[in-house]
């Protein structure tokens, strides 16, 4: 069973606006990552944030964890068409060996 | 992706035909991943080795064996494929423990139809 569920599964704004999507996951974790995939692609690593961290940046992107919610929000900031991908977050939640576990996906699709 | 190949690229296989696909890797990581992804179920673990010859179960194994003979190659068998296996299969590396920064760097996957 996933760990990771996305909302919503999908979302299309304009270039420009901003981009927020959600992650809940089900057990506690070490630490919780994003990750883009472009169509056809194999996915890229976003960002990491631990367990103990409840906000970090990268650039354009900004995300938030609540450990006590068992949740986290990616937040995309004045999007581009390149940013036109699916987004999943992922959870680890073993010591020693990581072991992610993925959600199904947000789609995200930028108008111009 | 740069230090992580999967061949082959794309397969058609016939059902109860054994499929090797592999693996390669030049970051000398010691966390290899296999995983599936299917529309509705996103990426789910097949199997991962932490080390050479050292290899578990992930979430859906059965009917998939790997093998781990050398750092850099991580193979995954369908012993005898089924249409339940035509999906796309991704490699990832890792080179960190729970407790590091280490993002997993993927593979271009395989896309295996058995028919």
């Known amino acids: 069973s996933q760990q990771g569920e996305e909302d919503p599964q999908a979302l299309s704004i304009q270039e420009g606006e901003n981009a927020t999507m959600n992650c809940s996951y089900k057990?506690?974790?070490?630490?919780l990552q994003w990750y883009r995939q472009n169509s056809g692609r194999g996915l890229v690593h976003l960002i990491l944030?631990?367990?103990?961290?409840r906000e970090k940046h990268s650039g354009r992107l900004r995300v938030t964890l609540d450990t006590s919610k068992k949740s986290s929000s990616l937040l995309i900031t004045a999007s581009r068409a390149a940013d036109t991908a699916s987004y999943f977050c992922?959870?680890?939640?073993?010591?020693?060996?990581?072991?992610?576990?993925f959600g199904q996906g947000t789609r995200l699709t930028i108008n111009p | 992706d740069a230090g992580i190949t999967q061949s082959p690229r794309h397969k058609v296989t016939e059902t109860g035909t054994p499929v090797t696909l592999r693996c390669h890797q030049t970051e000398n990581h010691r966390y290899m991943y296999w995983y599936r992804q299917d529309p509705g179920h996103g990426l789910r673990l097949i199997h991962y080795?932490?080390?050479?010859?050292?290899?578990d179960k992930g979430e859906v194994s059965d009917g998939y064996s790997v093998s781990r003979s050398k750092t850099e190659d991580f193979l995954l068998t369908l012993e005898s494929a089924t249409s339940s296996q035509t999906s796309v299969y991704f490699c990832a590396i890792s080179g960190g423990e729970a407790s590091s920064n280490y993002g997993y760097t993927f593979g271009s996957g395989t896309r295996l139809t058995v028919v």
């Open positions: 080795s932490y080390g050479v010859k050292d290899t």
């Open positions: 944030i631990r367990s103990n961290e």
């Open positions: 992922a959870t680890d939640a073993r010591q020693g060996a990581q072991k992610l576990v």
């Open positions: 057990t506690s974790i070490n630490n």
